[in-house]
């Protein structure tokens, strides 16, 4: 259970690190410069992977734990992060 422990602090802090480079600098409406599109483009990419990942991870460990801690295990609040971070860099 630690283990699953250990990943959900680590994807919060991804997902904040991930929103902290997609935010950074952009307070004025200027066209972006294709470092920011390069930039944008591997937040979306990365965070689409994550989101879909995560499911697979739950399984993984679900199948490894003590099935009392079986239902704890869960990243939906991590999901949803990554989709709003998706959501909102697309924009």
């Known amino acids: 259970f630690e283990v699953f422990r250990t ?3 680590v994807m919060k802090k991804y997902v904040e690190t991930l929103q902290n480079v997609h935010i950074r600098g952009r307070k004025v409406v200027t066209p ?3 470092e920011e ?15 879909t990942t995560l499911p697979h991870l739950v399984d993984s460990i679900t199948r490894t734990i003590d099935e009392s801690y079986a239902e704890r295990v869960t990243f939906e609040e991590e999901q949803e992060l990554l989709a ?3 959501s909102s860099t697309i924009k």
């Open 7 to 9: 990943f959900k602090k």
């Open 32 to 34: 972006l410069t294709t």
């Open 37 to 51: 599109i390069k930039t944008l483009c591997c937040i979306v990419g990365t965070a689409e992977y994550c989101e």
């Open 84 to 86: 709003a971070l998706t």
